[in-house]
């Protein structure tokens, strides 16, 4: 027992780092935590399945099966890092970065390869490509007016394309063969569904935020330059009344003047032709 509140160590018993080393350590952590480690390893998991899957010309069936196995790893650490970074406060930029790589990248290379080999039509995979793509080309477009969560059909659509691809990649025949044709099928048209939505919310969601920055533009705009003028004429009408008080005082001076410098006063005339 150390006499320590275990609040003040952060419920280990050890106290907790201070200073520019204890921040580097918590920044450490903070990377290198358990929901990015899933995302690196779905990351490392791409060129092994990419290996496996093409081995002995990519029609041995126990190479598809390891292929399989190390696809089906790679989705279930895509349903528990992202689970475990919002229930644990474990979100990092780079796992915003890489979670979204890693699962277009093993999506992407299962089903290139399934095409290369024969197994699955090229439109089907230029499809689910396209609509990826497209949509997360899209999020960037309007990331400054908001973020478009994900919907329930955009996660349904996620474990059809899992699911089929896995059947795909196992050597099945017979009824299983039929069905994953089926299973397939139903991705492709939840592709298309979800990517539709995604570009109406898209739409919806740039147009709300431009508005919104014309509405926040013309209150926070400046009225009009015209302060000057107003003020102009203000000061013109509170210089009228001095200008006219001073008006007769400037009379009476003229007149006193004139008088002062010897201009003739009425009578004046007479006066002097009378001395002549």
Known sequence: MTGVPASATGGTGRPAPRGKLGTAAVNQASLWNIANILTMIRLVLVPGFVVLLLQDGGHDPVWRAWAWAAFAVAMITDVFDGHLARAYNLVTDFGKIADPIADKAIMAAGLICLSSLGDLPWWVTGVILARELGITLMRF????????????????????????????????????????FWVMAVAVVLTVVT??????????????????????????????????????????????????????????????????????????????????
Do not use: C, N
Not at 145 to 168: D, E
């Open 195 to 276: 990517g539709l939505d995604y570009v109406r919310q898209a739409v919806v969601l740039r147009r709300r935020g431009l508005a919104a920055e014309r509405a926040e533009a013309a209150g926070a705009a400046p009225a009009r330059p015209e302060p000057q003028p107003d003020a102009l004429a203000q000061a013109e009408a509170a210089a009228a009344p001095a200008e006219a008080g001073a008006r007769p005082e400037r009379t009476e001076a003229t007149a006193s003047g004139a008088t002062a410098s010897g201009a003739p006063r009425p009578g004046a005339t007479g006066s002097g032709a009378d001395a002549r």
């Open 141 to 180: 477009w309007v990331i400054r007016h908001g973020v478009i969560p994900a919907s329930r059909g955009g996660k349904m659509k996620t474990l059809a394309q899992g699911t089929a691809v896995g059947m795909y990649v196992l050597a099945l025949t017979g009824p299983l063969a039929t069905f994953r």
